[in-house]
């Protein structure tokens, strides 16, 4: 494998001309333009490092990233994805098949150098270390790169930097969005717990902030750098210090550093020196893919939300209120516990339609959405039933709570003012029902129960609450209003 040679693989002319420009000046650049050439081209010229675009006719490029992994010539030759910058799907998924790294379109020439340079030089840090330390790196890597939790990936790199160095402390520390100083992880520190410092007191970081680039002191008495917290260090039982930038894509992991104190009177050695980087390489890759993991899991739960959400209310669906409903009356039925409806429709809706148009009356659905989304209970499902009608479940609450909640509801709704109605005042018809005691055999009786109970509501004057529990009237037709 030659360091010095770099296979780009892309089937767009201008892609292939762009990188070549920015790395022919310090690599001798080889080119393909599908997958099947990029393995042949790797298996006969041993690059150092490929760069491969996810989007190419025939074979694409995650499948060849997988081959070129699996394949016994190049699986350990570093792999740069190239995608552009909305498909992160790809990327993951590049990721998954086994890419070291990955660059986004428009690329942007000091990133591509830093990142080739990065993994090519990263080969040179394994020269003085022991094999204990080589251990330690793969048993991390396998560690944090099944870990989908950014804070656990932290708590794992310095629980495993302090089983092979003689440290005083290993932490890790990043700058918050107010510019402050946290301590994120350290071997002193409970599992989960953060504290914050004055980043004034900690010129070693301050000093990488500002160069992001590596920091050692040998000596922190006598170090120039130190000289503005002698008195500050002057007691602590450490003498050596090197600070280490986690500064990949920190567009999306945000500013790290590694630092490592450790007692040892000689200084930072060699293999002290290269295994902090290498450590922060590997910390950079584990939060970079825990963190772009997450931000697909945070979109799949905001897409799937809105999904069952009704788009005008932001109250769950029919469907969704229905399965939940389902899963709450097994629940209750199994546990004995009650189970209540609260069914409410709007009265007159028509006649607001037609007096104020539907503007208004979309108005006024929304307005009794948000009201319905405050008052309930986090345990409860609020949902829009079906034109102007709505419904609540309430697991755990039996008739007397569902009477209460469906007071509150109606008052609250009584006096809302809607500016746009001319004085008019909403109110709504509401039913109760509540499973107890095995009274009902099924979802479907319950949901019966408080359609016929708001029926009951409607035709007894609106603008009131009724409560039915007999079973036995589920086989009447509702009243009509």
């Given at each position: 494998?030659?360091?010095?040679?770099?296979?780009?693989?892309?089937?767009?002319n201008l892609t292939r001309e762009i990188l070549k420009d920015i790395l022919e000046d310090h690599y001798e650049v080889f080119e393909a333009?599908?997958?099947?050439?990029?393995?042949?081209?790797?298996?006969?010229?041993?690059?150092?490092?490929?760069?491969?675009?996810?989007?190419?006719?025939?074979?694409?490029?995650?499948?060849?990233?997988?081959?070129?992994?699996?394949?016994?010539?190049?699986?350990?030759?570093?792999?740069?994805?190239?995608?552009?910058?909305?498909?992160?799907?790809?990327?993951?998924?590049?990721?998954?098949?086994?890419?070291?790294?990955?660059?986004?379109?428009?690329?942007?020439?000091?990133?591509?150098?830093?990142?080739?340079?990065?993994?090519?030089?990263?080969?040179?840090?394994?020269?003085?270390?022991?094999?204990?330390?080589?251990?330690?790196?793969?048993?991390?890597?396998?560690?944090?790169?099944?870990?989908?939790?950014?804070?656990?990936?932290?708590?794992?790199?310095?629980?495993?930097?302090?089983?092979?160095?003689?440290?005083?402390?290993?932490?890790?520390?990043?700058?918050?969005?107010?510019?402050?100083?946290?301590?994120?992880?350290?071997?002193?520190?409970?599992?989960?717990?953060?504290?914050?410092?004055?980043?004034?007191?900690?010129?070693?970081?301050?000093?990488?902030?500002?160069?992001?680039?590596?920091?050692?002191?040998?000596?922190?008495?006598?170090?120039?750098?130190?000289?503005?917290?002698?008195?500050?260090?002057?007691?602590?039982?450490?003498?050596?210090?090197?600070?280490?930038?986690?500064?990949?894509?920190?567009?999306?992991?945000?500013?790290?550093?590694?630092?490592?104190?450790?007692?040892?009177?000689?200084?930072?050695?060699?293999?002290?020196?290269?295994?902090?980087?290498?450590?922060?390489?590997?910390?950079?890759?584990?939060?970079?893919?825990?963190?772009?993991?997450?931000?697909?899991?945070?979109?799949?739960?905001?897409?799937?939300?809105?999904?069952?959400?009704?788009?005008?209310?932001?109250?769950?669906?029919?469907?969704?209120?229905?399965?939940?409903?389902?899963?709450?009356?097994?629940?209750?039925?199994?546990?004995?516990?009650?189970?209540?409806?609260?069914?409410?429709?709007?009265?007159?809706?028509?006649?607001?339609?037609?007096?104020?148009?539907?503007?208004?009356?979309?108005?006024?659905?929304?307005?009794?959405?948000?009201?319905?989304?405050?008052?309930?209970?986090?345990?409860?499902?609020?949902?829009?039933?079906?034109?102007?009608?709505?419904?609540?479940?309430?697991?755990?609450?039996?008739?007397?709570?569902?009477?209460?909640?469906?007071?509150?509801?109606?008052?609250?709704?009584?006096?809302?003012?809607?500016?746009?109605?001319?004085?008019?005042?909403?109110?709504?018809?509401?039913?109760?029902?509540?499973?107890?005691?095995?009274?009902?055999?099924?979802?479907?009786?319950?949901?019966?129960?408080?359609?016929?109970?708001?029926?009951?509501?409607?035709?007894?004057?609106?603008?009131?609450?009724?409560?039915?529990?007999?079973?036995?009237?589920?086989?009447?037709?509702?009243?009509?209003?």
């Amino acid at each position: 494998m030659n360091s010095k040679k770099i296979l780009i693989v892309d089937d767009d002319n201008l892609t292939r001309e762009i990188l070549k420009d920015i790395l022919e000046d310090h690599y001798e650049v080889f080119e393909a333009t599908c997958g099947n050439k990029a393995i042949k081209m790797a298996t006969d010229i041993r690059p150092g490092l490929i760069i491969l675009d996810v989007e190419m006719p025939g074979l694409g490029g995650i499948d060849a990233c997988r081959e070129l992994k699996e394949a016994e010539q190049t699986r350990f030759t570093p792999l740069i994805l190239l995608s552009s910058h909305s498909k992160k799907e790809e990327i993951i998924r590049g990721l998954q098949a086994g890419a070291d790294d990955y660059l986004t379109k428009p690329m942007y020439p000091p990133e591509v150098l830093a990142r080739v340079d990065a993994h090519l030089r990263s080969k040179g840090y394994f020269a003085e270390l022991e094999h204990r330390d080589l251990r330690m790196l793969l048993e991390l890597s396998d560690s944090v790169s099944i870990s989908r939790n950014p804070k656990k990936i932290l708590q794992l790199i310095v629980a495993k930097m302090a089983d092979v160095i003689d440290v005083g402390r290993c932490s890790i520390a990043g700058i918050d969005s107010t510019g402050d100083l946290v301590v994120k992880a350290s071997t002193d520190l409970p599992s989960g717990s953060e504290i914050r410092l004055d980043l004034d007191r900690y010129p070693e970081i301050s000093r990488v902030l500002e160069t992001r680039k590596a920091v050692v002191i040998n000596n922190i008495r006598t170090d120039p750098l130190m000289a503005p917290v002698q008195k500050l260090v002057a007691g602590l039982d450490f003498n050596s210090i090197i600070v280490v930038p986690i500064i990949k894509k920190e567009n999306i992991i945000g500013t790290f550093f590694l630092r490592t104190a450790t007692p040892l009177t000689d200084g930072i050695s060699g293999r002290v020196y290269n295994l902090c980087h290498l450590v922060a390489n590997i910390s950079a890759n584990a939060l970079e893919n825990a963190t772009l993991f997450e931000s697909m899991k945070t979109a799949q739960r905001l897409l799937e939300e809105r999904a069952i959400r009704d788009g005008l209310t932001h109250l769950y669906t029919h469907r969704h209120f229905y399965e939940r409903l389902d899963e709450e009356f097994s629940r209750a039925r199994r546990y004995h516990e009650p189970l209540s409806l609260i069914f409410m429709d709007i009265d007159d809706f028509k006649r607001i339609n037609d007096t104020y148009g539907h503007i208004r009356g979309d108005e006024v659905l929304r307005k009794i959405g948000e009201v319905v989304r405050e008052v309930v209970r986090e345990s409860d499902t609020p949902a829009r039933y079906g034109g102007e009608e709505f419904a609540v479940m309430l697991p755990s609450t039996g008739s007397e709570g569902a009477l209460e909640m469906g007071r509150r509801l109606g008052a609250i709704i009584r006096e809302l003012r809607l500016e746009n109605l001319k004085g008019d005042r909403v109110t709504v018809s509401t039913g109760v029902s509540t499973f107890y005691q095995n009274n009902l055999q099924s979802f479907d009786q319950l949901v019966q129960l408080a359609d016929h109970a708001m029926y009951q509501a409607k035709s007894g004057g609106k603008d009131r609450i009724v409560a039915v529990t007999d079973i036995s009237l589920i086989d009447e037709p509702p009243p009509k209003a």
